[in-house]
């Protein structure tokens, strides 16, 4: 024995990746899925951890679509917990299904998930190399949508702390009113009407290829 050891040192990593599944929503569609990854980049067994997500109020939230997700009694954040070991070099996806509610004025809805709970194995601990599982929402380096540090899950917590993540949902609206009408008053049989139909766009974005049905 030569006093030297091929083992590698014990770390607990884990990192998260939030991502909205198609960014930009056409209402009245209103379904949002978000896609949540859980990646082990430590050397040990990640043996359990949850995964707290903040819920908008401009978004509802079904638990029958969501199987393992639970909403806080204030409404405000779900969690979901795993106790399947996730093994060193692996990732895990978590599907949420979310709707933005009717009425909603906003075109831009930021919503962010992060882990708040975790443990290694071998040894059993909770210490997390480059950043610190919590579910404060404000308390995170990094994370700003549409930056360099948003889905970034490389950095040592300097720039990004890599277990909070934020998701953007970008509204368009398309909204199209129709009106019908005539100028004529009085009809006798065999005669030309003559239609006039108004299409217009209330929403916020260009459309184009719309298909009329005149009922007769």
């Known amino acids: ?5 091929n083992d590698l040192p014990k770390i607990c990593d884990l990192a998260l990746r939030h991502e909205n599944d198609q960014e930009q929503l056409f209402l009245p569609n209103r379904a949002v899925t978000f896609t949540t990854t859980i990646c082990n980049q430590g050397t040990v067994n990640a043996s359990r951890y949850q995964i707290t997500n903040y819920l908008n109020s401009e978004l509802d939230f079904d638990p029958a679509q969501n199987p393992g997700w639970l909403i806080s009694s204030d409404l405000t954040k779900l969690t979901f917990d795993e106790e399947k070991y996730l093994l060193p070099g692996d990732c895990r996806e978590y ?31 909770s210490y997390d190399f ?17 930056t360099a540090n948003d889905n970034m899950i490389d950095d040592r917590g300097e720039i990004d ?18 009106e019908k ?30 298909n009329l049905i005149d009922y007769i």
Do not use: M, W
């Open 181 to 210: 009408s005539t100028n004529a008053r009085r009809i006798y049989p065999g005669s030309l009407i003559t239609f006039d139909i108004k299409v217009t766009n209330q929403g916020n974005i260009p459309v184009s290829k719309v």
């Open 130 to 146: 480059d950043s610190t599982p919590d579910n404060n929402n404000s308390n995170d380096n990094g994370g700003q949508p549409n």
């Open 95 to 125: 599907k949420l299904y979310v709707s933005v509610k009717e009425g909603i004025a906003a075109s831009r809805i930021v919503n962010y998930a992060e882990i708040s709970r975790s443990a290694c194995s071998n040894p059993e601990g």
């Open 1 to 5: 024995e030569d006093g030297f050891s």
């Open 161 to 178: 702390e890599d277990d909070h993540d934020p998701a953007i949902i970008l509204l368009d609206l398309i909204d199209l009113a129709l």
